[in-house]
């Protein structure tokens, strides 16, 4: 951890993580920045930036996902590299939407109400094109990514990425920090013709206030980690909503999808999803960095995900 202080005073913090990115399949260590903090007192006093300074000297690559929104300035000033990955919602609950532009507790609830129906209609609606979508696949809840099937993982069709084994995934899958029962998380695996083609990785977190438009009491549900092994198979829609289905399972309020420039599915808006501020992945690449290279300076040459640095957790 590096700590920033005024006097005697801590002011700010930043947590320091050890991780693994790849070129070509070539692994290359990485440092990952978690929890960028400064009290608001002390903001003007640019530690934020002095905290990022000098952790980018701690090692020739280093990254960050997850940055807020107010941080991320700080980030674009510094020059790091934006795999931005866009992200959509799909409300299935309207309440905590509702409750957030509607005064009056019963004014809110007659608009969930009729907000509610009309969601139901769209499903319905949409119910027999899922279906015919998803033809073919299955989905199986797995309690750990085989180790057999490590192989799998350490593919990349883009030219940078970063570090996926069957370790990592069930390292994610098995661990959290949360304690809410309605907090969850699941691993699955789809198959087609008994073959395995893919998995994805969902989790389900309860917020007391979610964004900035300030919802509360909101149950969301995430599309956190998903590999395709036969794009001719099955692609990245399908995994989305095989996700959709196993989280409205869960019964969340809302599901969170977040796709990299190279993932964009141009029709993710006809199953009801629809986009809002980005996820911002954030990578520094030093003078001695593998990845300093005009081809990486791009983000259709990264795979990034929503799970990737601390982020899923």
């Known amino acids: 951890m590096i700590v920033g202080t005024y006097g005697e005073r801590v002011i700010g913090s930043l947590a320091v993580l050890p991780g693994s990115a790849s070129i070509g399949g070539a692994d290359v260590p990485c440092l990952w920045a978690s929890g960028l903090y400064v009290s608001p007192e002390f903001r003007q006093l640019g530690m934020g930036a002095m905290l990022l300074l000098r952790f980018q000297r701690l090692h020739h690559t280093v990254a960050a996902c997850g940055v807020s929104q107010q941080a991320y300035p700080l980030y674009a000033k510094l020059r790091w590299l934006n795999l931005e990955m866009r992200r959509y919602i799909f409300v299935r609950r309207s309440a905590a939407l509702v409750e957030r532009y509607v005064g009056g507790r019963r004014s809110a609830a007659v608009g969930a109400a009729v907000a509610d129906s009309a969601l139901a209609v769209h499903r319905v609606a949409s119910a027999v094109p899922k279906r015919l979508r998803l033809r073919g696949l299955t989905c199986e809840q797995v309690e ?3 180790l057999e099937m490590d192989d799998l993982l350490r593919r990349a069709d883009e030219p940078a990425a970063f570090h996926r084994s069957a370790s990592w995934v069930n390292w994610v899958v098995q ?8 907090n969850r998380r699941g691993l699955f695996v789809v198959r087609a013709a008994g073959e395995c083609v893919a998995y994805f990785l ?3 977190k309860f917020h007391e206030s979610a964004s900035r438009r300030g919802l509360r009491n909101l149950l969301l549900g995430s599309l956190q980690d998903w590999l395709i092994f036969d794009r001719s198979k099955i692609d990245v829609e399908q995994i989305i909503l095989l996700a959709l289905r196993e989280l409205a399972n869960w019964d969340v309020a809302a599901v969170e999808v977040c796709l990299a420039e190279g993932d964009h599915s141009r029709s993710l808006w006809r199953w009801g999803f629809r986009r809002v501020e980005g996820l911002h992945l954030l990578v520094k690449a030093g003078p001695a960095s593998p990845f300093r290279d005009e081809r990486l300076l791009t983000p ?3 795979r990034v995900r929503p799970a990737d640095g601390d982020n899923a957790f």
């Open 144 to 146: 750990q990514f085989p």
């Open 175 to 182: 661990n959290s920090f949360q304690c809410d029962p309605r």
């Open 202 to 204: 969902i989790t389900s």
């Open 300 to 302: 259709t040459a990264w």
